[in-house]
């Protein structure tokens, strides 16, 4: 083995030692609606579907004593209305923290305050009181000893970045960067706290649905799309809009903050002119996106992020106003039945991910992966030999996605299984190569 091919299988094998942990789902609970079952319907529904995270839009009594004693974990919310309040007023802050938080806490696993929500674009111009509020939020933990338990963030929606295409190029509003971002970030850094962050492909596709290819919307299988700054090859719009805000916070020199999306969803009903809000559609965005946190990986910028993300949302709310999406984005119908049929949990994915390797990567890379897996990683590489019924194609591509997908495979699909230097990437449809076919488990 030359110097070389010894470097990059020694990078693999510190790789699999320091792979990325899966993420995370938690779900949205709104209750705009006239409809819904009792919190503690919820909860029971909650836990029936292995959903072990909760984030909510207020700090409601009678919700958090459903969620007391459930072991799931919750995410409350301090309104834009109460902002102003909250920035001017210590006292407010400190009332607030031990009535919604202090009051509930450990027995609600209360495990974060989302300070408003989406404040930048809430047209009653709060974004001045963001930072105070949050700051004295976070004195007024302090003073119950809850500041190292319970972390502090505030959602922003993806129109806080000036750019976001190509995912290199991400960059904040200039008018925010000196007002909040930079202040927000430094908090953020001193508190260990992650940047909340609402992610919408959907609106994306919808708005370029002429230049956005549905599938790479989906999280389906498509030839994925080469960003022009980096090299890098996206084979989503979600993990481009992640970098996106990645790369805005490194532009910015703030590369150790990590992120958490605390809103993403696709609606199943829309009006005529909301391009792509269908039940499969919906199924199909949700439904991948939680298999592609479940079986890790981190995204292209960051290959070793481990992601939470909490989907939009639980139920359909009748009450809510704007288009027939905003109504339809729910994954239970008020009387508890799925509005489609997608697992939420890791035992709830039977087999339908596989592992291939990333063209892109590299003959090198590729090669280095190739060896590991057939040689330390244990990887049946049988089927790939000469004559074998799978060396045929005999390119370095196909024979190291065989090696890879079967290492994924014995691994049980782990997180963080599929990624050999980022060599290699999940997919949720079988893989073609030739006549050979690729098993699902071991």
Known sequence: MDYLRAFIFLVLILSAISLSEAGSIGVNYGRISDELPSAFKVVQLLKSQ????VKIFDADPAVL????????????DLPNEMLFSAAKRPSFAATWVKRNVAAYHPSTQIESVAVGNEVFVDPHNTTKYLIPAMRNIHKALVSYNLHSSIKISSPLALSALQNSYPSSSGSFRPELVDLVIKPMLDFLRETGSRLMINVYPFFAYEGNSDVIPLDYALLKENPGMVDSGNGLRYFNLFDAQIDAVFAAMSALKYDDIEIIVTETGWPSKGDENEIGASVANAASYNGNLIRRILTGGGTPLRPKADLTIYLFAL????????????????????????????????????????????????????????DYACGDGGADCRPIQRGAPCYSPDTLEAHASFAFNSYYQKKGRAGGSCYFGGAAYVVTQPPKYGRCEFPTGY
């Open 65 to 76: 004593k459903a969620l007391s004693g459930s072991g799931i974990r919750v995410t409350v």
């Open 50 to 53: 292995g959903i072990d995270r």
């Open 315 to 370: 139920f359909n709310e009748n009450k809510k106003f704007g288009p027939t999406s905003e109504r339809n984005y729910g994954l239970f119908f008020p009387d508890e039945k799925k509005v489609y049929d997608i697992p939420f949990t890791q035992e709830g994915l039977t087999g339908s991910t596989w592992c291939v390797a990333n063209g892109d990567a590299g003959k090198d890379r590729l090669q280095g992966g190739l």
